[in-house]
């Protein structure tokens, strides 16, 4: 079946950087779109970053700049790195397949606090 599982999270300071992965199992990763969304507490789900099959990127505008996707195909993973690290990043980050119009499959979240 299909698996999705984040990791990387944690504290972390305003200006540092984090970098989320996102373990893949149970299809050909490589075929697949791959996306990251995040919630903030008391907040609604926020699309941040989507990768096509083909490598192809996208970000949020609230992102740009800040946020680089990238995946590893050999080894079946996404990744997210988070950089400048600002208090509104707190949020948990969601590990999908899909993109942001047609997610398939969610995985569990990574929490990412960032704190002084």
């Known amino acids: 079946q299909v698996q999705l599982v984040e990791s990387g999270g944690g504290l972390a300071q305003p200006g540092g950087s984090l970098t989320l992965s996102c373990a893949a199992s149970?299809?050909?990763?490589?075929?697949?779109?791959m996306a990251w969304a995040r919630q903030a507490p008391g907040k609604g789900l926020e699309w941040v970053s989507g990768?096509?099959?083909?490598?192809?990127?996208y970000y949020a505008d609230s992102v740009k700049g800040r946020f680089t996707i990238s995946r590893d195909n050999a080894k079946n993973t996404a990744y997210l790195q988070i950089n400048s690290l600002k208090p509104e990043d707190t949020a948990r980050y969601y590990c999908v397949r899909g993109t942001w119009s047609t997610p398939e499959y969610w995985g569990q979240g990574t929490q990412v606090t960032v704190s002084s």
């Open positions: 990768i096509h099959s083909d490598g192809d990127t």
């Open positions: 149970g299809f050909t990763f490589s075929n697949y779109a």
